[in-house]
């Protein structure tokens, strides 16, 4: 069986398709909320310096700390952005995946395994399991495995 995923040079991706979501790497949502828990605190006098701290740390995070784009849904395939070689990415179509696994890691960053249908084990670290899996749910046909650890 022939598998046209692969894979690729970043600027090597096919030109004009249509991006149907994105999962960045930055949580805009907790950073917003420590930022505001941040607030809150400063203003209690036994938990100033904390609040002041965690007001720092979510204002830094917010402002300087990049959000780089880690996987990218379209109507034919789906791009996994590789963080350890920034100008490199893995396209899988939908139709060459046989099956996934969604793995939920305590101490770890998530991993997404997908198998093509040339038995072929692929794992992407993942950072939105709700996003991820309800797109995959949507475009592959076959059979999905969700482990909880």
Known sequence: ???KSNRFK????????DVKAVVKSKPIFMMCLALA???VLIFMKSYMFVGILLLGMAL?????SKN????????????FYLDDHQEDCYLVYYEDIDRYEYKRKVFD?????????????????????KKVTKNLNQHV????IDDEE
């Open 1 to 3: 069986m022939k598998i």
């Open 10 to 17: 970043c600027r090597n991706l096919p030109k004009n398709y």
């Open 37 to 39: 828990l941040g607030i």
């Open 60 to 64: 830094f995070g917010l402002i300087f």
């Open 68 to 79: 780089p784009v880690t996987v990218e849904f379209s109507d034919q395939f789906v791009i």
């Open 109 to 129: 960053t998530d991993v997404l395994q997908i198998v093509l249908k040339n038995q072929k084990v692929l794992e992407f670290k993942s950072l939105d399991k």
């Open 141 to 144: 046909k076959s059979h999905v």
